[in-house]
Structure formats: structure tokens, C-alpha cells
């Protein structure tokens, strides 16, 4: 049909391929062939392309696009020397190249890296750098040069793959080095650099973070700090498999590793917590304002009066406070009541705790009970109530309430 036109952008390619109607003409499918490159394709209706049983035309329009990627990730014609970065090298066992792509790619490993070799003997030793990342760090062993030598290294073809699947091509070699052995001197021994990679999951963070990993000399040693995010935890933290049991449950954990003498690979993960745990949150209850029948002037309403127990022809101040809930195996709630700065030990209305499944919405259940029968508190004005911990709720709250 003339009036349908492919919308390209970027390198994305297509064919009109048929136009199918479906649902007694109600609903055409379009099918593109021959999709290929890298960009988006849509649809253009123009004006008239079907008509009602009037003969009324349709107006034009657009259709949704879709994102085409079938493209081989694209990287450098060569890798960079990296460390050292000068060509020429003397007296040296260890060269490091960097490989950089033009978009996130996945499975660089050791054996996809071919060494190209005259006069030396070398080992490709590790590839250092996070899936899912542009920039990664080749590494290179050499040995056994008998005077002067070259190397240089080689990427398989589909050893990477991007986001989507599709394989690198071949063709990507680095740059060279040439490498010299002087007579009577051996090469210095092998680096005494060790890498540690981290793994971290969502809803928390890793200090330092380096892309690329953290290198630690031989023997050394360094501190990493993992913070979870507001109202999440560590879940769990393992080192090269092994978990770290102290780190199960906390909102911030330090991991020190000392007498470094190997490689280090680190994941940790992160949850919602359980419940505020034991965190103290000044929630105080608001008082009413609603029309005072009694003579005094202070601002508490005849329901404030009577769950406080206060004189109603005076005028008085009150700080009342659920000043902690702290949960465990139970639910304890502290409360605190002070009336005109002293401890006051009378309320006439009850403790209740509520509680939900989640900070951002739904409503309120009640988990518990308890009077406050006068004399209940002590002589900082303070008590604590323990509620079982029943049901399913992970947020609390505790309120006074009348009878």
C-alpha cells in the first residue's frame, strides 16, 4: 500500500513485506522483512488508508517504533598498550593492554585472547574487568627472550557479546611490544599485584568500587565498606564462596583482608529489612485542636484532657511521645509522658500497635492491645509494653487511643 512508508533511523534497515487484515477489518498486521543494522524502525499511515463503511477516510498516523540491534559490538581495529604504555620495553616479565568497546558487552575471558609471539614464550594470565562493562585490562606473561622479542594479542571472533547476543567479529589485534633481554640480567620476577572483583547487588553500595577491581600488593592489605540503602540490609556477603556470617543483617559492614597473596572475588546482596530495628523515631502524637468547652487556654481539646488526665481549669504542658519500638522475637514499644515537665503516671485510654507490609501504602491492622492503668509509669515518666510479633507486618506504629 502506498500510503504505509518505514520510518529508519540510525544504521536500522527494513522491507514492507504484506499487509494483513484481521477481526472483519478492524485490525491490519504490517510484517517488515529483511530487518537489519542498528536503530529504530516505525510505521507511517498516511491519511486515507482504509475507510469505514461510509466511505469516511482514516487519518494519518505513526506507530510505536522498535529498537533493531543486530549489530556486532563495535571496539577498537586494536587494543592499546595500557602498562607499560611505551612500545619499547627492556628487562620486563608482564605487559597489559586494554581492549575498549563501543558498548556494554558480556564473556571476555581468558581464552578468547590469542597471543602473537616472536622470541618470547608468553602466557595470557587474566582479563581484568566487570561484565556487563566497555573497558577491560588484558594481561600478558613473557618469558624466555633471547635478545630481542616482540608480542601482541588477538580476539577470537564471537568471544564477546553484547547485550542482546550478538557476537563480536575477529580481526581486533593490539598493538605491539618489543621486548628486550640484556645480556647477564634476568627479567624481574613475576607482579606481586593481586585483584580483588566485587559483585554488588541493588538497593545498597561497595567503597572503594574502582571499575576494573581493586589491586592490592602482595602482603598488603585494604578495607572495603558495603552500605545497604535506606530501609534495606545485607542479606549476604561471600568472599571466593565462602560467607561472611557477621555481615548477614547489617546496614553497613567493613571487610579488612590483610596479607594479601591472591586473587579476591567478592558478592554481596541486599533485602528489605524486616522492621525498624530498634530505631528510635521521636513519633510523637499529634494533639487536637478541636473547640476547648473547659475555661483554661491551653491547646488541648476535651479528648486530649481526658486521655491525659489533666486538670481541665488549668493551664498546662504536656511532651508525650512513643519514643522507641524496637522489634525482635516481640514487638516493645517505650512510652513517655511528661506534664508540665515532670513524669506523669496516668493515661485513660489504651496502647495500641498497628503495623503493615509496607512503608509506601496500604493500610493499617491491628497487632495489639494493652490499658494504661494509672501508675503503669516510672520515675522518668517512661514504660515499655511488649506486644507478640504476629502476622505478617514489617512496619509499626503505636498510638494512644481512648477505650
Not at 94 to 112: K, L, M, S
Not at 160 to 165: E, S
Not at 207 to 230: E, F, K, L, M, R
Request: glycine residues 12%.
Amino acid at each position: 500500500n502506498a500510503l504505509l512508508s518505514l520510518q529508519l533511523s540510525g544504521s536500522a534497515t527494513g522491507t514492507l513485506a504484506s499487509v494483513t487484515a484481521a477481526e472483519t477489518g478492524r485490525l491490519y498486521r504490517v510484517t517488515v522483512s529483511d530487518v537489519a543494522g542498528d536503530g529504530e524502525i516505525g510505521l507511517t499511515v498516511g491519511a486515507g488508508f482504509a475507510c469505514d463503511a461510509a466511505t469516511n477516510p482514516c487519518p494519518g498516523t505513526a506507530s510505536a517504533c522498535y529498537h533493531v540491534d543486530r549489530v556486532a559490538p563495535a571496539g577498537p581495529a586494536r587494543f592499546t598498550r595500557f602498562d607499560p604504555v611505551c612500545e619499547v620495553q627492556t628487562n620486563i616479565s608482564i605487559v597489559t593492554w586494554q581492549a575498549t568497546f563501543a558498548e556494554p558487552v558480556y564473556g571476555f575471558e581468558v581464552g578468547d585472547v590469542s597471543p602473537i609471539a616472536t622470541g618470547v614464550t608468553c602466557v595470557v594470565q587474566q582479563i581484568a574487568g566487570m561484565p556487563g562493562g566497555t573497558n577491560f585490562q588484558v594481561t600478558v606473561y613473557v618469558s624466555g627472550i633471547d635478545g630481542t622479542g616482540t608480542v601482541a594479542v588477538a580476539l577470537a571472533a564471537g568471544a564477546v557479546t553484547d547485550a542482546v547476543g550478538n557476537p563480536s567479529a575477529a580481526g581486533m589485534q593490539s598493538e605491539p611490544y618489543v621486548l628486550v633481554q640484556s645480556l647477564g640480567q634476568e627479567a624481574p620476577p613475576e607482579p606481586t599485584v593481586f585483584l580483588i572483583v566485587q559483585s554488588v547487588g541493588d538497593h545498597g553500595a561497595a567503597s572503594p568500587s574502582p571499575p576494573g577491581g581493586i589491586q592490592v600488593t602482595a602482603g598488603g592489605a585494604t578495607t572495603i565498606v558495603y552500605t545497604a540503602d535506606d530501609w534495606y540490609r545485607i542479606t549476604n556477603l561471600t568472599v571466593n564462596g565462602q560467607a561472611v556470617p557477621a555481615a548477614a543483617g547489617e546496614r553497613t559492614y567493613a571487610w579488612t583482608v590483610s596479607g594479601v597473596a591472591s586473587d579476591y572475588s567478592n558478592e554481596v546482596s541486599f533485602a528489605q529489612s524486616d522492621a525498624y530495628d530498634a530505631t528510635v523515631i521521636d513519633w510523637l502524637v499529634g494533639h487536637g485542636y478541636d473547640e476547648d468547652a473547659t475555661p483554661d487556654s491551653d491547646p488541648y481539646g476535651m479528648e486530649t484532657e481526658y486521655l491525659l488526665d489533666l486538670d481541665p481549669f488549668a493551664d498546662e504542658t504536656v511532651a508525650f511521645a512513643v519514643a522507641n519500638i524496637a522489634a525482635g522475637a516481640n514487638i516493645t514499644v517505650k512510652v513517655k509522658l511528661l506534664v508540665n515537665g515532670q513524669p506523669r503516671s496516668t493515661i485513660k485510654g489504651a496502647l495500641r500497635l498497628y503495623s503493615r507490609d509496607s512503608l509506601l501504602g496500604g493500610s493499617w491492622s491491628l497487632s495489639g492491645s494493652q490499658a494504661l492503668p494509672p501508675g503503669v509509669f516510672d520515675g522518668n515518666g517512661e514504660r515499655s509494653f511488649t506486644f507478640p510479633r504476629t502476622g505478617t507486618g514489617r512496619y509499626y506504629k503505636a498510638v494512644v487511643e481512648r477505650e
